[in-house]
């Protein structure tokens, strides 16, 4: 997901008229769009919570459907499934592994650059507010 698009859980130009129009036009959008804003953040989070849980009830009724059928006569053949399946699992857990580090490391460069943002605001304001220091405490010479 690129972290550049106009429509994203901040306050943004975008954003703001979105929210503004949806309570133009029907006040539960504009209030979804509110909570969008304040709460979107959160969504990546909650979403791969969910995505989590639903994984682990799925394998786990997965594990419970292959349990009756444990043997199929052929002990090689149940030797090689069970030895395959024990590795897809560790395979799995590595990639699952693999995904929190990967999203974790997303919202380090997305908290950075927001961190850069503000702090160029602030530069920039700060520049502004000392312009309009010395532009104030030039005296008037009427002559």
């Not at 994203?8 to 509110?34: D, E, H, K, N, Q």
């Not at 799925?58 to 002990?75: E, K, L």
């Not at 961190?115 to 532009?135: C, L, P, V, W």
Request: with cysteine; net charge neutral; charged share 30%.
């Amino acid at each position: 997901m690129t972290q550049t698009a106009m429509i994203r859980p901040a306050w943004t130009p975008a954003t703001i008229a979105l929210m503004i129009l949806g309570f133009m036009v029907f006040w539960p959008l504009g209030l979804a769009m509110l909570a969008y804003i304040l709460f979107g953040d959160r969504l990546d989070t909650f979403k791969s919570d969910v995505n989590r849980a639903a994984d682990g009830f799925a394998c786990s009724f997965r594990r419970s459907t292959h349990a009756p059928r444990t043997s199929t006569g052929n002990v090689a053949f149940d030797e090689w499934r069970d030895a395959e399946m024990a590795r897809l699992d560790e395979e799995r857990k590595k990639l699952d592994e693999m995904r929190q580090e990967f999203d974790q490391h997303m919202r380090d460069l997305r908290m950075a650059r927001d961190r850069t943002e503000f702090e160029q605001f602030m530069a920039d304001r700060k520049a502004s507010q000392n312009k309009a220091k010395k532009g104030r405490s030039v005296p008037e010479i009427d002559g």
